[in-house]
C-alpha cells in the first residue's frame, strides 16, 4: 500500500517545489517502487541524488534534517521536520515483500509502544484519590497490594533448610544478636532518624497476630499510621465538618503507642500538616466549586465538600511523606549529607526504553516478605530509647526478664493494652498531656524531636540489639521460618551478589562468626533473617550513611524504589489537577531548600512555628546529630549558615516566611495560569 504517491520520501517541502519529487520518483501502480536510491540507498544516498540533479533540498523539511534531528534529539523529537511523513512515505514507497514488512512492523511496534498496556490509569475520583485499604493503586488488579491480603515473596528457596534442626531463636539472640554494650552509629545519624524510620515500615508492614501471612496494611507509602490501614479506622480520624479535616493531633495507628514518642510525635506533625493544607485547599478553592461550610445545608453536599478536600489533602500530604522520605531520608541513607549535596534518587519519572517502550511505573506493589526482614533495624536503638524499651516491657511484663516472655505473653500483652487504651481523641504518648482542645503543646512536641536528634542511634551490628527486644526478635526468626523464605545465600544469588563461602566472609569477627557456625554448621543454612542482621556492616564511606549489614545496605534501595515507583499516586497521578495547582507546588521537593533541600525543616517550622530559629539544624539536619553536623558543616564550609545551637521557644515569623516561600514556588510553576496566581498572591500577601 502506498500512502502518499505523489510525496516524496523527502517531504512536503520537496513535493512543493517546482522540481517536486515526482521528478526523482517513478510510479507504477500498486508494485510501484521509488527510485533505486530511495529503496536500497537511504536517504543519504537519495539527498546525494537530489543534490547532483540539482533538487534543491528544503532544509527545514529534508528527510536527512529529520533523520539528524531524531538522532541528536530522540527524547523530543521536532514533529515539524516530519520524521513520520518521511518514515512512513519511505515504507510505501518499498517494493511490497520482507524489507517493506518489517519496516512496517517496525513502525507500528514504535506506535504502540508510545503508550502504556495495560492503560496507566483511569479518571475520576475512585481512581484519582487513595482508597482507605490501598485499593485500585493498580487499576487492572485492584487488590493489588491492598491492606489485609498476603505479603508477596519474591525469591525463590533453591536451598533446603533443616526445618526440624534450624536453632533455637532464644539461643540465636543470645548469641548472635543480643547488646554486648551500646556503639554509637559511624556516619553520626540521629534517633530520631530511626524514629522516621520506624514510621515508614508501620506504614508498609502490618503482619496480623493471626495469621502471619496477611498484611494488614496497603503495601504503598500512604501514611497509613495517620489515616488509618481500612475505612473503620480512617473514619475514627476524620471529624467531616466540610472542611476535609482530621481531629486535632489525631493518628489512627495504636500500635506506634508502644514505640518511643518521636515516632508519634512526626506522626503528629503530618497530622498538623494534613489540617493546614486542608484549610488552604478551601481558602485557596481552586476550582470554585467549595463553600464555607457552616453555609452549606443539605448533609449530602456537606459530606461530598469533605470528601473532596479530605482526599485532595491526604494526596498532598502523602505528596509531602514521599518528598521528605527522598530528601531528608535518603540523604542520611546515602551519606549525601556529608557532601553537602542535594542530589536524590528520583524513582518516579517517565523512563523509555530504546525501543521507545515505557519502562513500567505506577503498576502497583506488594510488600514481600524478604523486605519484611530487611527493615528490621532493632539494633540502631539509642541508649535513650533502649532506657524506654525496658520501662515499657516491665511495665507490661510484670517484672518477668526478657528470657522469661513468650509470643504469646506478648499477644496477650497487646490484647490488653488494646483493650485499655482509652479513645483514640485521647491517646498520648511519652507522658505527653493534650489541651482542651485536645491539641498538644508545640514545646513538648518539639522537645521530643530535639532529644532525638541529640540522641545518636546505634550502629547496625551483629550483637547490637537491645536485650528488651529479645522477643520481638525471636518472633521475627519465627515468622521467616513460617514463611519459607530463602537463605541469606540464595537471596545473595538473586541479587547478583556473590555468596559466602564461609562464617568468617559473611562478619569477619571471630567471635560471631564461630558462633554462627557453631549454630547453623554450613553457610548455606544461614537463615535470611539471622544472616542479615548479623552481617558485618559497611564502612563509612562516600555514597553510604545508613551503614546497615551488606546484604541489606543493596537490597533495601530495590524494595524501596519498587514501593515508590510502583505506586500510582507517585507517579501517573500525581498531577496538578489531582492535587490542585496550590497543593501539588506545596508538596515538591526543593532542592535549593535549607538542609540541602530539607522537607522535614520545612514540616517542622510549618507546625511548630515557634519553636526553632529559621536555621536551626535541629530544624533542617534533624536526623543527624549536631554533634555530627557541627564537623559536616565545618567540613563543608558553611557553619556560619547554620544555628547548631538548641533553643527554646523563639519569635514566631518562620510561617510567614514558609509560606512566602511557597508563593515563590507557585509563582515560577508554568501550570498554573494568571488569573489563579492572582488570587494564590492575595492569599499570601494577606498572611504576610
Ligand atoms: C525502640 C524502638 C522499637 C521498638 C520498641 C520496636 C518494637 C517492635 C515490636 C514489638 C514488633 C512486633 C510487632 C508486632 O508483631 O505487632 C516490631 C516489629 C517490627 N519492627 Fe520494630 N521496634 C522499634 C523500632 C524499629 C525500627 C527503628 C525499625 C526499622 C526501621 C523497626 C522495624 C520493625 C519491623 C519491620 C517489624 C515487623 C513489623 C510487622 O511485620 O508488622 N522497628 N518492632
Redesign the pocket.
Given at each position: 500500500m502506498s500512502l502518499n504517491r505523489n510525496s516524496s520520501f523527502f517531504g512536503r517541502g520537496s513535493t512543493r517545489s517546482a522540481k517536486a519529487p515526482a521528478d526523482t520518483t517513478t510510479s507504477t501502480g500498486n508494485t510501484s517502487t521509488s527510485t533505486a536510491g530511495t529503496a536500497k540507498g537511504g536517504v543519504l544516498k537519495d539527498a546525494l541524488e537530489q543534490v547532483k540533479k540539482g533538487v534543491p533540498i528544503h532544509p527545514e523539511h529534508s528527510a536527512f534534517a529529520a533523520v539528524l534531528d531524531a538522532v541528536k534529539h530522540s527524547e523530543s523529537i521536532d514533529d515539524r521536520k516530519l520524521l513520520l511523513e518521511h518514515g512512513l512515505n519511505f515504507i510505501s514507497n518499498l517494493p511490497p515483500g520482507r524489507l517493506q514488512q518489517d519496516a512496517q512492523d517496525k513502525v507500528i511496534k514504535l506506535l504502540y509502544n508510545d503508550l502504556c498496556h495495560p492503560p496507566a490509569t483511569c479518571i475520576g475520583n475512585k481512581y484519582a484519590w487513595r482508597q482507605a485499604d490501598g485499593r485500585f493503586n493498580n487499576v487492572a488488579i485492584p487488590e493489588m497490594g491492598k491492606a489485609g491480603e498476603p505479603y508477596a515473596r519474591s525469591v525463590q528457596q533453591t536451598h533446603p533448610l533443616p526445618a526440624n534442626e534450624l536453632p533455637d531463636p532464644g539461643l540465636i539472640f543470645d548469641s548472635l544478636l543480643k547488646r554486648d554494650g551500646f556503639v554509637k552509629h559511624p556516619a553520626g545519624l540521629s534517633s530520631l532518624m530511626?524514629s522516621f524510620?520506624?514510621l515508614?515500615?508501620h506504614t508498609c508492614?502490618?503482619?496480623s497476630?493471626t495469621d502471619v501471612n496477611v498484611n494488614e496494611t496497603s503495601s504503598y507509602v500512604d501514611l497509613s499510621p495517620l489515616y488509618g490501614h481500612n475505612q473503620e479506622s480512617q473514619n475514627k480520624v476524620r471529624n467531616r465538618d466540610g472542611r476535609g479535616c482530621l481531629y486535632p493531633d489525631i493518628f489512627a495507628e495504636d500500635?506506634l503507642l508502644?514505640?518511643?514518642p518521636a515516632v508519634c510525635v512526626i506522626l503528629v506533625l503530618f497530622s498538623r500538616n494534613h489540617n493546614y493544607i486542608a484549610r488552604k485547599l478551601l481558602e485557596i478553592n481552586e476550582r470554585g466549586t467549595w463553600q464555607d461550610p457552616s453555609k452549606i445545608t443539605d448533609e449530602e453536599d456537606l459530606k461530598k465538600q469533605d470528601e473532596e478536600i479530605f482526599q485532595t489533602a491526604r494526596l498532598v500530604n502523602c505528596g509531602w511523606f514521599g518528598s521528605a522520605v527522598f530528601s531528608d531520608y535518603v540523604s542520611c541513607i546515602l551519606g549525601l549529607v556529608r557532601q553537602g549535596s542535594s542530589w536524590t534518587l528520583d524513582p518516579f519519572g517517565d523512563i523509555r526504553n530504546s525501543d521507545h517502550s515505557t519502562f513500567e511505573r505506577g503498576q502497583g506493589n506488594v510488600c514481600s516478605v524478604e523486605f519484611?526482614c530487611l527493615?528490621?533495624?532493632?539494633a540502631?536503638?539509642s541508649e535513650q530509647?533502649e532506657k524506654w524499651?525496658d520501662t515499657v516491657f516491665e511495665k507490661i511484663f510484670e517484672g518477668k526478664s526478657p528470657e522469661q516472655v513468650t509470643p504469646a505473653d506478648f499477644k496477650s500483652a497487646?490484647k490488653k493494652i488494646q483493650a485499655s487504651t482509652p479513645d483514640i481523641h485521647h491517646w498520648t504518648f511519652g507522658g505527653l498531656q493534650r489541651d482542651e482542645n485536645d491539641m498538644f503543646n508545640d514545646e513538648d512536641l518539639a522537645k521530643v524531636l530535639k532529644d532525638a536528634t541529640d540522641h545518636p542511634a546505634g550502629a547496625f551490628r551483629a550483637r547490637g540489639t537491645p536485650a528488651s527486644?529479645r522477643l520481638?526478635e525471636m518472633?521475627?526468626i519465627m515468622q521467616n521460618r513460617a514463611w519459607g523464605v530463602c537463605s541469606l545465600n540464595d537471596f545473595r544469588r538473586y541479587l547478583g551478589l556473590k555468596p559466602y563461602s564461609t562464617f568468617l566472609e559473611w562478619n569477619p569477627d571471630p567471635e560471631i562468626a564461630y558462633a554462627a557456625e557453631k549454630l547453623y554448621g554450613n553457610i548455606e543454612y544461614l537463615e535470611l533473617y539471622v544472616g542479615l542482621q548479623a552481617e558485618e556492616a559497611k564502612p563509612v564511606v562516600e555514597g553510604a550513611g545508613l551503614c546497615p549489614g551488606y546484604t541489606i545496605s543493596r537490597a533495601i534501595l530495590s524494595d524501596a524504589i519498587a514501593l515508590t515507583r510502583g505506586d500510582r499516586f507517585f507517579t501517573h497521578d500525581y498531577t496538578p489537577y489531582n492535587l490542585t495547582s496550590w497543593g501539588f507546588a506545596d508538596c515538591q521537593r526543593d532542592p535549593n531548600a535549607w538542609g540541602f533541600g530539607s522537607t522535614l525543616g520545612r514540616l517542622f517550622l510549618r507546625t511548630l512555628p515557634e519553636q526553632f530559629t529559621n536555621n536551626s539544624t535541629y530544624a533542617f539536619f534533624p536526623l543527624m546529630t549536631p554533634e555530627s553536623m557541627k564537623v559536616n558543616l565545618k567540613n563543608l564550609k558553611c557553619s556560619d549558615k547554620y544555628d547548631l545551637e538548641r533553643k527554646g521557644p523563639i519569635a514566631s515569623f518562620q510561617t510567614v516566611k514558609d509560606y512566602r516561600q511557597i508563593g515563590d514556588i507557585l509563582k515560577s510553576s508554568a501550570f498554573t495560569t494568571p488569573q489563579y496566581q492572582e488570587r494564590v498572591k492575595k492569599v499570601v500577601k494577606g498572611k504576610g
Open positions: 530511626f524510620a520506624a515508614v515500615i508492614f502490618r503482619t497476630h500500635r508502644l514505640l518511643p519484611n527493615y528490621r533495624w532493632h540502631t536503638t530509647d524499651v497487646a527486644m520481638h518472633m521475627g
